[in-house]
């Protein structure tokens, strides 16, 4: 299991607290995501400055599915 710390533009991270949202699409390109590992999300604004104050900051999921390939 690897943690993932990773950044959340704030339209995204309220689709994922209002439960709108309940993927996350991301490339691999310098790192490998496996299911089990688990994904922090930092919120950030349109000027990617840090939102401290969203309910998803420092929130942490599991992965379940993993698609590759594609």
């Known amino acids: 299991m690897t943690a993932h710390e990773l ?12 439960g709108k949202k309940t993927f996350e699409i991301r ?3 310098d790192r490998t995501f496996d299911v089990g590992d688990r994904l922090m999300f930092n919120v950030i604004d349109e000027d990617r400055n ?4 969203h309910a ?3 929130r942490t999921y599991k992965v379940t599915y993993v698609l590759r390939g594609y």
């Open 7 to 18: 950044e959340i533009c704030e339209r995204y991270a309220d689709a994922v607290c209002s």
């Open 27 to 29: 490339r691999e390109d």
């Open 50 to 53: 840090p939102v401290p104050s």
């Open 56 to 58: 998803l900051n420092r």
